[in-house]
């Protein structure tokens, strides 16, 4: 099982089952993640468990919001805001080594 931090607004989005494609560049601690690998995902002390349902890679952040959907990467932001905000968090050397998509579903107890 792997494990992988949120920031609050986007935790909290996947606990709900609204967000079902988390965004990832491409790095060691991702790289060899398939479907139905399992995923906790953290923030403070709130956890949330997943089930990977796919992982599809992606040149860059702009190809794929096109091809996931905006609204499965985050239901409550337009494509220009989600495209500003996962660039803010990834500068372009990381984006430049590409991104995935990782399509999850929550795993009830």
Do not use: W
Not at 20 to 49: H, M, N, W, Y
């Amino acid at each position: 099982m792997r494990e992988m931090r949120l920031s609050r607004p986007y935790f909290e989005l996947v606990a709900d089952g609204r967000k079902t494609v988390e965004v990832r560049v491409l790095s060691p601690k991702v790289r060899g993640l398939a479907a139905g690998d399992l995923i906790r995902f953290v923030c403070g002390q709130d956890q949330v468990l997943t089930r990977v349902v796919r992982v599809a890679r992606h040149a860059d952040f702009e190809e794929l919001l096109d091809a996931e959907g905006v609204e499965r990467v985050n239901p409550d932001a337009a494509r220009d805001e989600q495209l500003d905000a996962v660039r803010h968090i990834y500068p372009p050397e990381k984006e430049a080594l590409g991104v995935l998509a990782i399509e999850i579903e929550r795993v009830r107890p």
